[in-house]
């Protein structure tokens, strides 16, 4: 009896092994590294539910990915992620999960601008938002298995409202003097806004594109005199909880943070 049993236990065994090593994760949904993606996305796919790795209000530059969100985004059918390292905590998962990753930074290029290619800020400009679209619809109906049609017809409507959106932004700030069209920001985050509707900016508060670097206490004096000179009176920030030092700027000049 005792060999019975041991022979059952070891035919057991070997059978949920094999099964283990064999099986492929069942994929399901779609996700988005943001928020914002995530709705973008939803909009191109439909109404198609999308979801966000990173929370609403979470910084995508310092965002730390839990063992959960590796298990998600290894059983998601597409993962729709800004890039350039947008997410940098991310980029390890990114590179190395065997779901599909669709980077929206690869397709937003305008050939009539002078953007800075390695500004992963895509979103704050409408027409490059617009021009990512038609390559996240072909992924969406790649590897999602949406009806290309009815993508394609979404994609149309969310492009024509992206239009509209430029231009209403566009007639709002032919309403400010050009000399009072300057502002600081809290890192390199307004390029291809102020590229797009003709925006000076004259300086950052972080020298970078990611809200994770450090400010020079020696660059900020020289940026308090910059902007007492020039009278700038506004200091743009992100929502991500790295703006201590733009707030004390900003008391220190008078300016008002937006």
Same mark, same amino acid.
């Given at each position: 009896?005792?060999?019975?049993?041991?022979? /059952?236990?070891?035919?057991?065994?070997?059978?949920?092994?094999?099964?283990?090593?064999?099986?492929?994760?069942?994929?399901?949904? /779609?996700?988005?590294?943001?928020?914002?993606?995530?709705?973008?996305?939803?909009?191109?796919?439909?109404?198609?539910?999308?979801?966000?790795?990173?929370?609403?209000? @979470?910084?995508?530059?310092?965002?730390?990915?839990?063992?959960?969100?590796?298990?998600?985004?290894?059983?998601?059918?597409?993962?729709?992620?800004?890039?350039?390292?947008?997410?940098?905590?991310?980029?390890? /998962?990114?590179?190395?999960?065997?779901?599909?990753?669709?980077?929206?930074?690869?397709?937003?290029?305008?050939?009539?601008?002078?953007?800075?290619?390695?500004?992963?800020?895509?979103?704050?400009?409408?027409?490059?938002?617009?021009?990512?679209?038609?390559?996240?619809?072909?992924?969406?109906?790649?590897?999602?298995?949406?009806?290309?049609?009815?993508?394609?017809?979404?994609?149309?409507?969310?492009?024509?409202?992206?239009?509209?959106?430029?231009?209403?932004?566009?007639?709002?700030?032919?309403? /400010?003097?050009?000399?009072?069209?300057?502002?600081?920001?809290?890192? @390199?985050?307004?390029?291809?806004? @102020?590229?797009?509707?003709?925006?000076?900016? !004259?300086?950052?508060? !972080?020298?970078?594109?990611?809200?994770?670097?450090?400010?020079?206490?020696?660059?900020?004096? !020289?940026?308090?005199?910059?902007?007492?000179?020039?009278?700038?009176?506004?200091?743009?920030?992100?929502?991500?909880?790295?703006? @201590?030092?733009?707030?004390?700027?900003?008391?220190?000049?008078?300016?008002?943070?937006?």
């Amino acid at each position: 009896m005792r060999h019975l049993f041991s022979a /059952i236990l070891l035919s057991v065994l070997v059978t949920l092994f094999a099964g283990a090593c064999g099986s492929s994760p069942q994929r399901a949904g /779609i996700l988005a590294t943001t928020p914002l993606w995530a709705a973008i996305t939803s909009e191109v796919a439909c109404g198609h539910p999308v979801d966000s790795l990173i929370p609403v209000g @979470a910084d995508p530059h310092s965002f730390e990915p839990s063992l959960a969100d590796r298990g998600q985004v290894d059983t998601t059918l597409l993962l729709v992620a800004n890039g350039n390292k947008l997410e940098e905590g991310l980029d390890d /998962i990114m590179s190395t999960t065997s779901t599909p990753v669709h980077y929206i930074i690869n397709d937003a290029a305008d050939d009539d601008s002078h953007n800075d290619d390695s500004d992963p800020h895509v979103w704050l400009d409408p027409l490059s938002v617009a021009n990512s679209l038609p390559a996240l619809a072909d992924a969406l109906s790649q590897h999602a298995g949406l009806d290309p049609v009815s993508v394609e017809a979404c994609r149309r409507d969310l492009n024509a409202r992206l239009q509209i959106l430029d231009r209403d932004i566009g007639d709002r700030m032919a309403t /400010i003097p050009d000399d009072r069209r300057i502002v600081v920001t809290d890192h @390199a985050m307004l390029g291809r806004f @102020a590229n797009r509707y003709h925006l000076r900016i !004259l300086g950052t508060v !972080l020298n970078s594109h990611s809200s994770m670097a450090q400010a020079s206490a020696h660059d900020l004096e !020289l940026l308090a005199t910059e902007m007492h000179n020039q009278g700038v009176a506004v200091v743009a920030i992100e929502e991500s909880g790295h703006d @201590a030092d733009s707030r004390r700027l900003a008391e220190r000049t008078g300016a008002t943070l937006v």
